[in-house]
């Protein structure tokens, strides 16, 4: 069992940048991906991005050059550094761990972008 709890997130103007956090409740060790997926009213959930326990990462085309994914394992935690953001980057951020056949997920974090 995990619990992920996602902090950062909040009203932004269109250009401005902000960085959500994802801390893990325990260790995530082994072979496991980490990522940011979010969702607008009456729309789909989508991921943003992704990251594996390697490293390597993948991100949406929208996003691409705009947002990053890191982590830190030694802090449990996953982030998405939001650069540049835009009013369609409108919507609720979840935090996800894919680990031992298993999909765990923050409770959401809004970020609004708006002037």
């Known amino acids: 069992q995990v619990q992920l709890v996602e902090s950062g997130g909040g009203l932004v103007q269109p250009g401005g940048s902000l960085r959500l956090s994802c801390a893990a409740s325990?260790?995530?060790?082994?072979?496991?991906?980490m990522g940011w997926y979010r969702q607008a009213p009456g729309k789909q959930r989508d991921l943003v991005a992704r990251i594996t326990s390697p490293g390597s990462t993948n991100y949406a085309d929208s996003v691409k050059g705009r947002f990053t994914i890191s982590r830190d394992n030694a802090r449990n935690t996953v982030y998405l550094q939001m650069n540049s953001l835009k009013p369609e980057d409108t919507a609720v951020y979840y935090c996800?761990?894919?680990?031992?056949?298993?999909?765990?997920w923050g409770q959401g974090t809004q970020v609004t972008v708006s002037s």
């Open positions: 996800n761990l894919h680990w031992f056949y298993n999909d765990y």
């Open positions: 325990r260790t995530v060790f082994g072979i496991s991906a």
